[in-house]
């Protein structure tokens, strides 16, 4: 940490000189652990979140299709299954969300959803893991990402059920980053003296977490080389796959990303489409109603292909990653906030921070 006047000589430069006006009402305790909660900020990004895409000049993204996926289905599968039986191969599983708009107080994996189980949905996802490992004879390692908000409830419900018969090895829970939250003036907002007003930094802080937590080394060290990729509330998503490894390793691609044609061109889901020379994620609400009807030289729709948040990366480009010490832009989502004003809390509306995996 650098000492109180550099940060306070920060603070003023970046105009947020108000973060401190309260300090001297700390203990000694609580005054060096809010400093070092301000030195970490990096003001830079919050002053400069991610630029919308351009989407000017876009046409279809390289996709295999279901039918060259059929004809390459044994070739795939083949690769696929070696990497699994090899031990190669990590399960990765966003989970810092509350499910809140399942009208459920506390983490999202916890809430019940079982039509006659009443099984949960960490329950759901862990029996995946369980199944394919069963089926392969080597423990998959799980990689459960969760929040400050939700990672002790997280750890709890898991040990009290006996993770799910998930040996204790194989289960790997681990805590993503925060980023502050900021008014519409860009001052980041406090939730009581000496504690900032802050959210979970996303999805896509997972990749800065795995190395943060030592989990990537952990993968690196057994070999792992490809990581699949999903989030708590697709309880639909498939994980014993061994076609999805195939392509990734066939391929030789660091990312691949799961498609599914959409049902009509104004199905509000994010596009794979390529913008330039870069295949890119782009959100419905960017999209307009005649740019979605826009079609390729094939007849196709260019936005053609839906994004269902299912990824495989491999273990050697989140190493590069970390290498270059790389970290995906914050987006804005402007939110009404329960701020602490100097004096009490109160409703004002703000900008939450979030990184996207998908920018990837």
Same mark, same amino acid.
């Given at each position: 940490?650098?000492?109180?006047?550099?940060?306070?000589?920060?603070?003023?430069?970046?105009?947020?000189?108000?973060?401190? *006006?309260?300090?001297?009402?700390?203990?000694?305790?609580?005054?060096?652990?809010?400093?070092?909660?301000?030195?970490?900020?990096?003001?830079?990004?919050?002053?400069?979140?991610?630029?919308?895409?351009?989407?000017?000049?876009?046409?279809?993204?390289?996709?295999?299709?279901?039918?060259?996926?059929?004809?390459?289905?044994?070739?795939?599968?083949?690769?696929?299954?070696?990497?699994?039986?090899?031990?190669?191969? +990590?399960?990765?599983?966003?989970?810092? /969300?509350?499910?809140?708009?399942?009208?459920?107080?506390?983490?999202?994996?916890?809430?019940?959803?079982?039509?006659?189980?009443?099984?949960?949905?960490?329950?759901?996802? +862990?029996?995946?893991?369980?199944?394919?490992?069963?089926?392969?004879?080597?423990?998959?390692?799980?990689?459960?990402?969760?929040?400050?908000?939700?990672?002790?409830?997280?750890?709890?419900?898991?040990?009290?059920?006996?993770?799910?018969?998930?040996?204790?090895?194989?289960?790997?829970?681990?805590?993503?980053?925060?980023?502050?939250?900021?008014?519409?003036?860009?001052?980041?907002?406090?939730?009581?003296?000496?504690?900032?007003?802050?959210?979970?930094?996303?999805?896509?802080?997972?990749?800065?977490?795995? *190395?943060?937590?030592?989990?990537?080394?952990?993968?690196?060290?057994?070999?792992?080389?490809?990581?699949?990729?999903?989030?708590?509330?697709?309880?639909?998503?498939?994980?014993?796959?061994?076609?999805?490894? /195939?392509?990734?390793?066939?391929?030789?691609?660091?990312?691949?990303?799961?498609?599914?044609?959409?049902?009509?061109?104004?199905?509000?889901? /994010?596009?794979? !489409?390529?913008?330039?020379?870069?295949?890119?994620? !782009?959100?419905?609400?960017?999209?307009?109603?005649?740019?979605?009807?826009?079609?390729?030289?094939?007849?196709?729709?260019?936005?053609?292909?839906?994004?269902?948040?299912?990824?495989?990366?491999?273990?050697?480009?989140?190493?590069?990653?970390?290498?270059?010490?790389?970290?995906?832009?914050?987006?804005?989502?402007?939110?009404?906030?329960?701020?602490?004003?100097?004096?009490?809390?109160?409703?004002?509306?703000?900008?939450?921070?979030?990184?996207?995996?998908?920018?990837?």
């Amino acid at each position: 940490m650098q000492d109180a006047f550099s940060i306070a000589e920060t603070l003023k430069n970046e105009g947020q000189e108000h973060l401190i *006006v309260h300090i001297s009402q700390l203990s000694d305790e609580d005054q060096t652990a809010y400093l070092n909660k301000l030195d970490l900020i990096n003001w830079q990004e919050l002053r400069e979140p991610a630029d919308a895409i351009s989407i000017d000049s876009v046409s279809p993204s390289r996709v295999i299709t279901l039918n060259e996926r059929e004809q390459r289905q044994s070739e795939f599968e083949n690769i696929g299954e070696e990497a699994l039986s090899s031990g190669k191969a +990590a399960v990765l599983m966003v989970a810092g /969300g509350q499910g809140t708009r399942l009208g459920y107080d506390g983490p999202k994996g916890c809430f019940q959803i079982g039509a006659h189980s009443d099984k949960p949905i960490y329950q759901i996802q +862990a029996e995946k893991v369980l199944s394919l490992s069963q089926r392969i004879g080597k423990a998959v390692p799980f990689l459960v990402m969760t929040s400050p908000m939700t990672d002790e409830e997280t750890r709890d419900f898991f040990m009290v059920n006996d993770r799910f018969g998930l040996s204790e090895n194989q289960l790997r829970i681990f805590s993503q980053g925060t980023v502050p939250s900021i008014n519409e003036d860009g001052k980041v907002l406090l939730a009581g003296p000496g504690r900032l007003l802050e959210n979970p930094d996303g999805h896509g802080g997972c990749h800065t977490a795995l *190395v943060a937590s030592g989990r990537l080394q952990e993968l690196i060290d057994e070999g792992i080389s490809h990581i699949i990729y999903i989030q708590v509330d697709n309880v639909l998503a498939p994980i014993d796959d061994p076609s999805l490894l /195939g392509v990734a390793i066939a391929e030789k691609a660091d990312v691949v990303t799961k498609v599914l044609e959409k049902a009509h061109p104004d199905e509000k889901v /994010g596009h794979l !489409v390529k913008v330039g020379e870069r295949d890119h994620i !782009v959100e419905y609400t960017e999209v307009s109603p005649e740019q979605a009807r826009q079609k390729g030289d094939d007849g196709h729709y260019i936005y053609r292909w839906g994004s269902p948040a299912m990824h495989c990366w491999s273990v050697d480009f989140f190493k590069r990653l970390a290498e270059q010490s790389f970290t995906l832009p914050l987006h804005r989502s402007k939110k009404p906030l329960q701020a602490w004003n100097g004096e009490a809390l109160e409703e004002v509306t703000g900008w939450k921070n979030e990184r996207f995996i998908f920018d990837l």
